[in-house]
């Protein structure tokens, strides 16, 4: 780990004022941030379904097909766990908005981000994003499928068998047009819906979000651990990049405010750089993964990763490989 005193160029976030969810901040369940171990079992989620959304996946948990204790040391890349398809077809934007990730309060000024965005205009088909069964499909006037009513807007909730044979949903907000019935099943791909504005968004976007139970708002995961990476320029899918920023005492380290660049591109180019923060405290992360930041669809080569950290700059070097996940493991010293 390099270490600077000084140096360091003040971080602008991008302030993006398009955003589905209302500006002040709420009050989420103050989970502690997940101690680090190996070998971490996966807890089976606690079941809060309403009368109006049944599960019907009995969940049997497996061990993961991948090891990501493997990679609590340094970093290493791996095949990743991806199996969810893009919830929008091109022309349509597959993009997700950077600038509001999964976990992200947009340092503070926004209520932490349960999902992800998909900007896209008024009508734009939604697909659902694996094959599966759909368990809700209305507004949620009555049911609260976050920390008020109102809130979705109109929304599709699919529940999906998954590799891992845990409970898994895929949720859908903001839309103008419901395309499905609750109780249907739905396959990859399917028309599901149209994007639109519905409930308290800002702006015409699909809200993308997966879950492991239908209507706990805390029991999200981050998209970007399933979805297959776009396809890059040369025809090779993108990397995804995905991690944990720890403290001395081995707990998540909340909105650290990082960098991820490119540092293989030659020089005089048009640099490659990203700007993101680990989750606000109580967001959930992946228990199998542990993680607190991902950042998707990134060209594969080498990055540079840093934060400062008590008046230190930080950095590492990963290098990303195409359709690949490279995970980054940091703790933070004295
Ligand atoms: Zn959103």
Known sequence: MMRHSAG????????????????????????????????????????????TVTATIEPTLQPMPLNPSDCRV???????????????DPPAEQHADNSYLYGSSQNGKRIPHSGVEFYNATGTPVLAAADGRVVYA???????????????????????ATPRGEPFYTLYAHLSEIDVQSGTSVQAGQVIAKV????????????????????DYTATRNPFLFLTPLAGTDG????????????????????????????????NSAPQRYYLETYTAGVSSDPAWQENFVLGDLEPGRYRISFVYDGRLIERFVTLSAGQLTYLSLQVEN
């Not at 340094?74 to 929008?88: A, I, M, N, Y």
């Not at 519905?198 to 979000?209: M, N, Q, R």
């Not at 403290?247 to 960098?259: E, F, I």
């Open 74 to 88: 340094d970093s290493c890349t791996l095949d990743g766990d991806f199996w969810l398809q893009r919830p929008v």
């Open 8 to 51: 360091w160029v003040t971080l602008g976030l991008l302030m993006v004022l398009a955003a589905c969810s209302p500006v002040d901040i709420a009050t989420r369940a103050a989970a502690s941030p997940s101690p680090i171990s190996t070998n971490t079992p996966i807890p089976q989620p606690t079941v809060t379904a309403t009368a």
């Open 196 to 215: 639109g504005m519905s409930g308290s968004a800002i702006g015409s976007h699909l809200h993308f979000e997966v879950r492991t139970t239908p209507t």
């Open 236 to 267: 090779a899918r993108l990397a995804v990049l995905a991690g944990q920023i720890i403290d001395q005492n081995g707990q998540l380290l909340p909105t650290a405010q990082l960098v991820a660049e490119r540092a293989d591109l030659p020089e």
């Open 138 to 160: 209305g507004n949620d006037a009555s049911t609260a499928f976050a920390p008020w009513t109102n809130f979705y807007g109109n929304l599709v909730v699919l529940e999906h």
